[in-house]
């Protein structure tokens, strides 16, 4: 009894010694764009103990490794301290590297001394002219660590060179719970450290005890917390980093804030957004569907509102999520189908995750393709004269995919033959 009693002991003082080494250590390190991705990169962690002299590090990839230390550059990050739902505190971390050459693979690194990261590695945005790939995520939100990873990983395995993954909101089932995107960074591991991540916010990642001045659901700060996204959205403390554009190379994302899709302030800068000058294409992320795929769903008022800008400032493509169902349209104008070569947007409901909802019929007139209680995920391939879409499901069976074709007035839907290949990057 007494020698169990002293090995207890002695385990106990071990834990305790790696316990208080793990609180300075970086965990979940998650890449994202503030800025322009040719010249910047974001990086966003957190650490149990609030660490003063927290930093990240950034050097251009040469052939060793071991030289990364001496000729790096570092940044000093900015931190907020954060206390869970169980009062645990945390304080997160975000440093945007600036300046950096466009095409390029850097190595980067994040903490402080003696409890740096591993280097981890991206490459910035190219020429305009370059093809690339990027993922594209449903819901992920639910038993992400069980049933999630298996489809992350078979995404990765798919098309590791595609650029960043963009999320149609829930990214995890309660936004507030510090367990649930416990699981998230699990299920990502050292996915989201190469691969950046573009998000729109979902009602799951929003907390019903804080409105905003409209009435809605705020994002919680939790969310918020674990990443950093641009500032250029709508004018007001609730759209920050919840409504925002990225341009890469020859496309730009508009990423809108779903939850408050009746606030005339996002309505407004979302109009502003499409009659500026942009790239080749436009695709516009949010969570909620404009036309619904998951039955008793119908998001009439927020059809009414967007859908009328996306066909009259030429939106190319819509991805959304939301209704635990997969659905893809033609295109549509006024709640038609309408010619392949008409000037019209192509709206897309992806699910990831695990929980699967009932059949919508109300828009199947609309609708190329719908599949049920199936875990899919997209590869979109672009370049300024195509852009190749391709759903495939978790055996890595392509279940849909289309087309855009650049022509001098607009673009053409090509539906047949299925697009097979995935990714045509060259490198990453
Ligand atoms: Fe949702």
Same mark, same amino acid.
């Given at each position: 009894m007494r020698r169990w009693m002293s090995g207890a002991f002695l385990w106990l003082v071990l834990a305790g010694a790696g316990l208080a080494q793990d609180e300075n250590q970086p965990q979940r390190i998650v890449l994202s764009w503030e800025r322009d991705p040719a010249t910047s990169q974001s990086v966003s962690w957190r650490t149990v103990r609030q660490l003063d002299n927290a930093a990240g590090q950034v050097v251009r990839v040469k052939g060793w490794a071991r030289t990364f230390e001496d000729s790096a550059r570092t940044v000093k990050a900015r931190s907020a301290k954060i206390k869970t739902q169980t009062g645990a505190a945390y304080t997160h971390y975000s440093v945007r590297f600036d300046g950096l050459e466009p095409g390029v693979r850097y190595a980067y690194r994040v903490g402080c001394e003696e409890h740096w990261s591993e280097w981890n590695l991206f490459r910035t945005a190219g020429a305009d002219s370059e093809a690339f790939s990027f993922f594209y995520l449903g819901d992920v939100q639910n038993d992400i660590r069980s049933e999630v990873a298996p489809l992350l990983r078979a995404m990765y395995a798919d098309a590791p060179q595609s650029r960043f993954i963009v999320f149609a909101g =829930?990214?995890?089932?309660?936004?507030?719970? =510090?367990a649930n995107w416990a699981e998230f960074f699990e299920a990502f591991g050292p996915i989201v450290r190469m691969t950046p991540l573009i998000a729109a916010p979902g009602n799951h990642d929003t907390n019903k005890e804080m409105l905003d001045d409209r009435g809605n659901r705020r994002v919680d700060p939790l969310y918020l917390a674990h990443f950093a996204f641009p500032q250029d959205g709508p004018d007001a403390e609730h759209f920050k980093e919840t409504a925002y554009t990225l341009d890469y190379q020859c496309v730009r994302i508009i990423v809108l804030n779903s939850n408050a899709y009746n606030d005339e302030r996002q309505v407004r800068w979302l109009e502003s957004v499409l009659v500026a000058p942009r790239k080749p294409w436009t695709i516009v992320l949010f969570h909620h569907p404009v036309y619904s795929t998951g039955s008793e769903r119908d998001n009439k008022e927020l059809r009414a509102t967007l859908a009328p800008l996306f066909e009259k400032y030429g939106v190319d493509l819509v991805l959304q999520g939301h209704d635990h169902y997969y659905g893809r349209t033609g295109k549509i104008l006024q709640e038609r189908i309408v010619a392949a070569d008409a000037a019209a947007p192509v709206y897309a409901v992806s699910i990831s995750g695990p929980k699967m909802y009932k059949q919508n019929k109300t828009f199947t007139h609309l609708m190329r393709r719908m599949i049920g209680e199936t875990q899919l995920y997209q590869i979109l391939t672009l370049s300024p004269q195509h852009l190749t879409y391709v759903c495939k499901s978790l055996d890595g069976e392509v279940k849909d995919g289309f087309t855009l074709l650049k022509q001098a007035q607009g673009t053409v839907l090509v539906e047949k033959p299925l697009p097979s290949v995935g990714c045509y990057c060259p490198e990453r």
């Amino acid at each position: 009894m007494r020698r169990w009693m002293s090995g207890a002991f002695l385990w106990l003082v071990l834990a305790g010694a790696g316990l208080a080494q793990d609180e300075n250590q970086p965990q979940r390190i998650v890449l994202s764009w503030e800025r322009d991705p040719a010249t910047s990169q974001s990086v966003s962690w957190r650490t149990v103990r609030q660490l003063d002299n927290a930093a990240g590090q950034v050097v251009r990839v040469k052939g060793w490794a071991r030289t990364f230390e001496d000729s790096a550059r570092t940044v000093k990050a900015r931190s907020a301290k954060i206390k869970t739902q169980t009062g645990a505190a945390y304080t997160h971390y975000s440093v945007r590297f600036d300046g950096l050459e466009p095409g390029v693979r850097y190595a980067y690194r994040v903490g402080c001394e003696e409890h740096w990261s591993e280097w981890n590695l991206f490459r910035t945005a190219g020429a305009d002219s370059e093809a690339f790939s990027f993922f594209y995520l449903g819901d992920v939100q639910n038993d992400i660590r069980s049933e999630v990873a298996p489809l992350l990983r078979a995404m990765y395995a798919d098309a590791p060179q595609s650029r960043f993954i963009v999320f149609a909101g =829930d990214l995890v089932n309660r936004g507030m719970e =510090d367990a649930n995107w416990a699981e998230f960074f699990e299920a990502f591991g050292p996915i989201v450290r190469m691969t950046p991540l573009i998000a729109a916010p979902g009602n799951h990642d929003t907390n019903k005890e804080m409105l905003d001045d409209r009435g809605n659901r705020r994002v919680d700060p939790l969310y918020l917390a674990h990443f950093a996204f641009p500032q250029d959205g709508p004018d007001a403390e609730h759209f920050k980093e919840t409504a925002y554009t990225l341009d890469y190379q020859c496309v730009r994302i508009i990423v809108l804030n779903s939850n408050a899709y009746n606030d005339e302030r996002q309505v407004r800068w979302l109009e502003s957004v499409l009659v500026a000058p942009r790239k080749p294409w436009t695709i516009v992320l949010f969570h909620h569907p404009v036309y619904s795929t998951g039955s008793e769903r119908d998001n009439k008022e927020l059809r009414a509102t967007l859908a009328p800008l996306f066909e009259k400032y030429g939106v190319d493509l819509v991805l959304q999520g939301h209704d635990h169902y997969y659905g893809r349209t033609g295109k549509i104008l006024q709640e038609r189908i309408v010619a392949a070569d008409a000037a019209a947007p192509v709206y897309a409901v992806s699910i990831s995750g695990p929980k699967m909802y009932k059949q919508n019929k109300t828009f199947t007139h609309l609708m190329r393709r719908m599949i049920g209680e199936t875990q899919l995920y997209q590869i979109l391939t672009l370049s300024p004269q195509h852009l190749t879409y391709v759903c495939k499901s978790l055996d890595g069976e392509v279940k849909d995919g289309f087309t855009l074709l650049k022509q001098a007035q607009g673009t053409v839907l090509v539906e047949k033959p299925l697009p097979s290949v995935g990714c045509y990057c060259p490198e990453r």
